[in-house]
T-cell receptor, first 115, second 111 residues
Framework: GAGVSQSPSNKVTEKGKDVELRCDPISGHTALYWYRQSLGQGLEFLIYFQGNSAPDKSGLPSDRFSAERTGGSVSTLTIQRTQQEDSAVYLC?????????????FGPGTRLTVL | GQQLNQSPQSMFIQEGEDVSMNCTSSSIFNTWLWYKQDPGEGPVLLIALYKAGELTSNGRLTAQFGITRKDSFLNISASIPSDVGIYFCAGQAGTASKLTFGTGTRLQVTL
């Protein structure tokens, strides 16, 4: 079956512009996560959606970052007024159920470059 | 954000050798996971550990969940060229909650 998909695969933008990154989770997965990976680093948690519960936004680095998940499926991560330090790979993951034991399935990521 | 301490940072080994890497945390986790990431791709789950002291194998891979719940190790036996990549540990405090990742171990295998 289809895995987690993300688009675009690459995004180059100018400092100060807004960007939207999209994630299509695996069908039927109720939990969706966004992570950020800077060059040569591990993954840093950003935000987590679980069903209809309020999202866990504790990892968002500033109020320029926001995310929404429509209809319990597709999610969009928005970065406003991008800065050069926002350059990274943004990874989305989904997980089967609220009682799942940790298996998160990752998409290929969106590589964001802010000039 | 918090990252787990993972070592070694990188390894250069010959094909056929065994590999060991470990991960430590200052806080307790209920689940430990090991992922492998190839260039340009997202991490892929290798092994999941759910109980302190648990030892789990997946082919040539063996991982253990430390008894203190603050550490884990991964062993790869008889390495092959396709083992090349970056290996990440990850800890999870509760079911379906966020993952806290290690800093990664870059593995290079020479023929």
């Amino acid at each position: 079956g289809a895995g987690v998909s993300q688009s675009p695969s690459n995004k180059v933008t100018e400092k100060g512009k807004d960007v939207e990154l999209r994630c299509d989770p695996i069908s039927g997965h109720t939990a969706l996560y966004w992570y950020r990976q800077s060059l040569g680093q591990g993954l840093e948690f950003l935000i987590y959606f679980q069903g209809n519960s309020a999202p866990d936004k504790s990892g968002l680095p500033s109020d320029r970052f926001s995310a929404e998940r429509t209809g319990g499926s597709v999610s969009t991560l928005t970065i406003q007024r991008t800065q050069q330090e926002d350059s990274a790979v943004y990874l989305c993951a989904s997980s089967p159920t609220s009682g799942s034991m940790g298996e998160q399935f990752f998409g290929p990521g969106t590589r964001l470059t802010v000039l | 954000g918090q990252q787990l301490n993972q070592s070694p940072q990188s390894m250069f080994i010959q094909e056929g050798e065994d590999v060991s890497m470990n991960c430590t945390s200052s806080s307790i986790f209920n689940t430990w996971l090991w992922y492998k990431q190839d260039p340009g791709e997202g991490p892929v789950l290798l092994i999941a550990l759910y109980k302190a002291g648990e030892l789990t194998s997946n082919g040539r891979l063996t991982a253990q969940f430390g008894i203190t719940r603050k550490d884990s190790f991964l062993n790869i036996s008889a390495s092959i060229p396709s083992d090349v990549g970056i290996y990440f540990c990850a800890g999870q405090a509760g079911t379906a909650s966020k993952l806290t990742f290690g800093t990664g171990t870059r593995l290079q295998v020479t023929l």
